[in-house]
């Protein structure tokens, strides 16, 4: 099993489009079993979980989902308040969510990518 991460904010509703493309071109190109684990916060709407979900069984593939605002509130609102520019840096708060893997993964798994 090969495990991908992504994390990002998605304020506009726009940015879920571009990883949906990107979770499709690696399970077009992975002849392995393959489980996406998304970390998000409250900006990933209904709507787009849903797509995501229904790519990931087009391809009878994985997908899990990671609220950081449901899971991880205190360290979140420790960012935004330690890091303030990531609230309006080009380099948003979804760059460093990447900093949760190791929290939010299961033990059993190793290796993971991230996208």
């Not at 998605?10 to 493309?21: E, N, Q, V």
């Not at 190109?29 to 709407?45: E, F, R």
């Not at 948003?92 to 990447?98: A, E, K």
Request: hydrophobic letters at 40%; proline letters at 3%.
């Amino acid at each position: 099993m090969i495990h991908v991460c992504f994390g990002f904010i998605d304020g506009s509703g726009k940015y879920s489009k571009f990883a949906g493309a990107s979770i499709c071109s690696v399970f077009e190109n992975t002849k392995s079993k393959v489980t996406i684990h998304l970390i998000h916060d409250s900006t990933l709407t209904e709507s787009n979980r849903e797509k995501f979900i229904e790519l990931a069984e087009n391809y009878r593939q994985q997908i899990q989902f990671y609220n950081l605002e449901k899971l991880k509130p205190e360290k979140l609102q420790w960012i935004r308040e330690q890091l303030p520019w990531t609230l309006t840096s080009v380099f948003t708060i979804g760059t460093l969510y990447r900093l949760f893997i190791p929290e939010l993964l299961s033990t059993e798994i190793d290796r993971a990518i991230y996208i």
